[in-house]
């Protein structure tokens, strides 16, 4: 059974910086998609960027030039760095993976809270 565990949210003040890396219980190298998302309150849950096994990123346009998604498969880790933060981006952000046996597997979340 894969988990997902999140870790790095926190405060931070707008134009700062934050990591948040997702640590999976099982190996990732056949798990081809995975990616981060995020809720803000009052909203529904979002894309924030994906990337595949062969390293192949997609981003929202409104992370784009400021998020950085990567993979790690020795590691079983996947990190979403985040630079030049908003307001905007307060959320909580979700990791996710897309396997063969479990379907869509989460995280538990991680707050991200930026301060204006």
């Known amino acids: 059974q894969v988990q997902l565990v999140e870790s790095g949210g926190g405060l931070v003040q707008a134009g700062g910086s934050l990591r948040l890396p997702c640590a999976a219980s099982?190996?990732?190298?056949?798990?081809?998609?995975m990616g981060w998302y995020r809720q803000a309150p009052g909203k529904q849950r979002e894309l924030v960027a994906t990337?595949?096994?062969?390293?192949?990123?997609n981003y929202a346009t409104s992370v784009k030039g400021r998020f950085t998604i990567s993979r790690d498969n020795a590691k079983n880790t996947v990190v979403l760095q985040m630079n030049s933060l908003k307001p905007e981006d307060t959320a909580v952000y979700y990791c996710?993976?897309?396997?063969?046996?479990?379907?869509?597997?989460w995280g538990q979340g991680t707050l991200v809270t930026v301060s204006s």
């Open positions: 099982v190996s990732i190298v056949s798990i081809n998609g």
């Open positions: 990337i595949t096994s062969g390293g192949i990123t």
């Open positions: 996710n993976a897309v396997t063969v046996r479990e379907g869509w597997v």
